[in-house]
């Protein structure tokens, strides 16, 4: 039974087999309505010549999480069902379940990232054998679709249009004797495909049986890549603003999930940026551990002023009910039906609207000596500054640079496209160091956009470069006037006077090792 052929209707009425016991009707259901995801499509693509059905079998596996496999396996599945059987006896197994959690969105990355890993690291002659067995269930359905459709013109009553021909190389208008004849023909064939299919398979499952060890090396290979691929996705969803999941408000809408496809398959080509995002959770602390330190405008306590919650100025009384009572508790049940409403109240302070600073401009040293750990840290903290600045819609702009001319002007707008925001991160150029130019590009950018003009920039470099030129420091000496912007620089590795142009200077030796001194550096922007 072709499935992508089918309405939901038909689907639904009579689901094709599948290798998990108890597999229920809505668990069917959420496969039809998720099938055709690009990468579900994409992985159908790559594995059809193994197998037609491991994409689904995988994502019913991974979805329906509590369901086991059935005891014998359904005609035609045996090969599956033996690799699902050494695929559930692993703990990467159970773990990508666990990641999954009924989450019909995360199945799907799930299972199709671990499907077309897992052809690419499958022992050479248990493919080719799986690829044999393949082939011979596709003619034993290409068969019995002919065999069908004869049966269904010998049975059918009245004389259909002669000039019709179909698949199965008769006419709608031949006798009845040729037509039973041909039937009969067909059956022979047909018997003959499901013994050879048999053999196949009995091939397939030997050469799955021989090669025990090395299958089950890439099966857990294959889990766990898929594992870390769906974490990394789970965490970039959240941070670059795509959401993830469907309904009950968790996040992406039908029309995000191209926008995940996209950045699951940035993240699997683009090593750097998984990087980046392991070093996120230690920037957006430091980050938020500043912000928190920072009492700009906001010392004198003036009234209080109901809005959506906000856990730094939440009242006292506001933070007794969210902590103190049980979750059953009429007063803890009715402080969330107020935080659902924007309906609690918060301490306002003398000065609060012009708490934190304006604009930032971040210059990123892209140069070949900037690469592993110490490009991912850079890389970490320029991304967690740009999120809090996106949470307070403050605007920022990032210029990677490296040797003379080699620099890019990157400009999202207060609304960055998750996509475009990874491209900027995983822009490298790998030459030598010349901040000038992108410096004064930053500083006329301050000085003649009205939406940038109380920004301040912070620079992070690691080269050794010469002494400022006139015209640069005559750039920003006007601008230090007008509009009055700051220069923090941060410089690993280089000489004490390397960057005294700039209003504070961060010396680093080490950016991975000393990274809490980056403190320092952001401090002033927050």
């Not at 002919?146 to 002669?162: F, K, T």
């Not at 700009?296 to 007794?320: C, I, M, N």
């Not at 006329?444 to 301040?456: K, T, Y």
């Amino acid at each position: 039974m072709d499935q992508t052929t089918l309405d939901s209707e038909v689907y639904l009425f009579d689901p094709p087999e599948t290798v998990w016991d108890r597999v229920l009707l809505l668990d069917h259901a959420a496969w039809f309505e998720h099938k055709d995801m690009e990468v579900l499509l994409k992985a159908a693509e790559r594995t059809e010549s193994i197998s037609r059905e491991i994409p689904r079998e995988a994502w019913l596996g991974l979805y329906a999480s509590a369901n086991p496999l059935k005891p014998a396996p359904p005609q035609g599945e045996a090969v599956l069902h033996s690799l699902f059987r050494r695929a559930e006896e692993l703990p990467e197994w159970k773990r990508l379940r666990l990641m999954v959690e009924m989450d019909p969105i995360a199945a799907a990355f799930g299972a199709a990232h671990f499907v077309t890993d897992l052809i690419d690291k499958l022992p050479p002659e248990v493919k080719k054998a799986m690829e044999a067995a393949q082939r011979a269930q596709d003619r034993v359905q290409t068969l019995q679709d002919r065999l069908d459709a004869g049966q269904s013109l010998a049975s059918a009553a009245g004389q259909p249009d002669p000039e019709q021909h179909s698949d199965d190389g008769s006419s709608p208008g031949m006798p009845q004797a040729r037509l039973q004849d041909l039937i009969q023909q067909i059956e022979q064939q047909l018997a003959c495909a499901r013994s050879q299919a048999a053999v196949s398979e009995q091939t397939a499952l030997d050469a799955l049986h021989a090669a025990q060890a090395r299958t089950n090396q890439s099966l857990a290979q294959a889990l766990n890549n898929s594992a870390e691929d769906l974490t990394a996705l789970q965490k970039a969803a959240g941070e670059f603003g795509v959401g993830w999941g469907l309904g009950g408000g968790r996040g992406a809408t039908r029309e995000q999930i191209g926008g995940l496809h996209d950045l699951a398959e940035y993240l699997r080509k683009s090593p750097s940026v998984k990087l980046i995002l392991e070093s996120l959770g230690w920037a957006k602390s430091l980050v938020t551990r500043e912000r928190r330190k920072s009492t700009r405008g906001r010392e004198t306590f003036t009234h209080y002023k109901v809005q959506d919650l906000d856990l730094e100025t939440l009242s006292p009384d506001e933070l007794v009910s969210m902590i103190a009572f049980d979750p059953s508790s009429p007063i803890y049940l009715d402080f969330l039906c107020r935080a659902l409403d924007g309906d609690l109240l918060h301490a306002q302070f003398e000065g609060e609207d012009y708490a934190g600073r304006g604009p930032i401009v971040f210059l990123r040293d892209e140069s070949g000596s900037m690469h592993g750990a110490r490009r991912a840290t850079a890389c970490a903290l320029q991304l967690a500054l740009m999120l809090e600045a996106r949470k307070e819609d403050r605007r920022f702009v990032s210029i990677p640079f490296s040797d003379i001319g080699q620099f890019d002007v990157y400009d999202p707008g207060l609304k960055p496209d998750p996509q475009g925001l990874m491209v900027h991160l995983d822009t490298t150029y790998g030459g030598g160091t010349e901040p000038y130019g992108p410096l004064t590009a930053a500083i006329r950018l301050i000085r003649e956009d009205p939406s940038l003009r109380e920004g301040d920039i912070l620079a992070i470099t690691d080269g050794q470069f010469g002494k400022p030129p006139d015209e640069f420091l005559h750039e920003l000496e006007q601008a230090r006037k007008e509009p009055g912007l700051k220069l923090i620089a941060v410089v690993i590795n280089a000489r004490p006077g390397q960057a005294d142009f700039a209003d504070k200077v961060v010396m680093i030796s080490d950016i991975v090792r000393e990274r809490e001194r980056l403190a320092e550096a952001i401090a002033p922007l927050l």
